[in-house]
């Protein structure tokens, strides 16, 4: 059995156990969340949601936050000896999805 959910802007294809990063939450860690399924896959077949699957949701738990890795940003214009440095780390969220219901 699997879900689609959207978190963050995106969506995500999760079963239960699964850990995935996300955008970061407001939540904090050991936090319980309930995110709604817009397409649930199980034995009897597909079930779409419009937009979610009514009487569907996924239940998980923040796990963790922090910073993904370092993108150095570099910009250089050659004619007039310009240069300038910038580093960028994205926040994230890690959390479990402990059930589908």
Do not use: F
Request: net charge positive; charged share 25%.
């Amino acid at each position: 059995m699997y879900a689609i959910i959207s978190c963050g802007g995106k969506q995500y294809k999760v079963s239960a156990g699964d850990i995935i990063t996300v955008e970061k939450l407001e939540q904090q860690p050991d936090t319980k969340l309930t995110l709604p399924a817009l397409l649930v896959s199980d034995d009897k077949g597909v079930t779409v949601g419009h937009p979610t699957v009514d009487g569907v949701v996924v239940n998980a738990t923040v796990i963790e936050q922090g910073k993904g890795e370092k993108v150095e940003i570099a910009v250089y214009k050659k004619m007039n000896g310009h240069h300038r440095a910038q580093g960028h780390r994205q926040p994230y969220s890690k959390i479990r999805i402990d059930s589908i219901k």
